[in-house]
């Protein structure tokens, strides 16, 4: 299995901050990651996909970047809706498909 | 937009099998392929199985012996069961539709819709 690692495991932040997590595949998985948010109760929602396409509807202060095995998702300007959860997943070796094991972003 | 339910016991004795199904609507089950994901309480993400809609099927190897997925394309609803449950399998269970993207020959799933879970407790 590939196995997916986040970092940081938590990060605090204030509204307005610039905020990046990192993502990094145990092999080269090209450009085949995505981003996910997840809110305490909730599902998670799709972010971008491919490594730095954004899904429809999401704001355009989400943004990817990456490939190989590095990535990256950055929050340019934090809002109050963005404290949630982050997970990555890689889609290139299947089965199975695999998940980071998260990223909190925390208020300060 | 497309909608998914999933339905099902919360609780679930050790060694017993568990049934759970998910409801699609506002849409088509048709054409796409659907997966079954869980959650373990504070914890991360983990993909059990999918569906085609044509019945063609995947599953994570970790889980592979005790993992079964249907579809009934007449209801709009696909379903999962497992067996031989353990404290380990206590989770939410989220359906979700995937999203393909195909490039060179190669096609590539991420889940862009998804239930809102149902929480499965397996205790005596």
């Known amino acids: 299995d590939v196995q997916m690692t986040q970092s940081p495991s938590s990060v605090s932040a204030s509204v307005g901050d610039r905020v990046t997590i990192t993502c990094r595949a145990s092999?080269?998985?090209?450009?085949?990651l995505a981003w996910y948010q997840q809110k305490p109760g909730k599902a998670p929602k799709l972010l971008i996909y491919?490594?730095?396409s954004l899904q429809s509807g999401v704001p355009s202060r989400f943004s990817g970047s990456g490939s190989g095995t590095d990535f990256t998702l950055t929050i340019s300007s934090l809002q109050p809706e963005d404290f949630a959860t982050y997970y990555c997943?890689?889609?290139?070796?299947?089965?199975?498909?695999?998940f980071g094991q998260g990223t909190k972003v925390e208020i300060k | 937009q497309v909608q998914l339910q999933e339905s099902g016991p919360g609780l679930v004795k050790p060694s017993d099998p568990l049934s759970l199904t998910c409801t699609v609507s506002?849409?088509?089950?048709?054409?796409?392929?659907w997966s079954w994901i869980r959650q373990p309480p504070g914890k991360g993400l983990e993909w059990i199985g999918y569906?085609?809609?044509?019945?063609?099927?995947k599953y994570n190897p970790s889980l592979k012996s005790r993992v079964t997925i249907s579809v009934d394309t007449s209801k709009n609803q696909f379903s999962l069961e497992l067996n031989s449950l353990t404290a380990a399998d206590t989770a939410v269970y989220y359906c979700?539709?995937?999203?393909?993207?195909?490039?060179?020959?190669?096609?590539?799933?991420?889940?862009?819709?998804w239930g809102p879970g149902t929480l499965v407790t397996v205790s005596s």
């Open positions: 491919a490594a730095s």
């Open positions: 569906i085609y809609y044509s019945g063609s099927t």
């Open positions: 997943q890689q889609a290139n070796s299947f089965p199975p498909w695999t």
């Open positions: 979700a539709r995937h999203r393909e993207d195909c490039t060179g020959g190669s096609c590539y799933h991420w889940f862009d819709t």
């Open positions: 092999q080269g998985i090209l450009r085949w």
């Open positions: 506002g849409g088509s089950i048709s054409s796409y392929y």
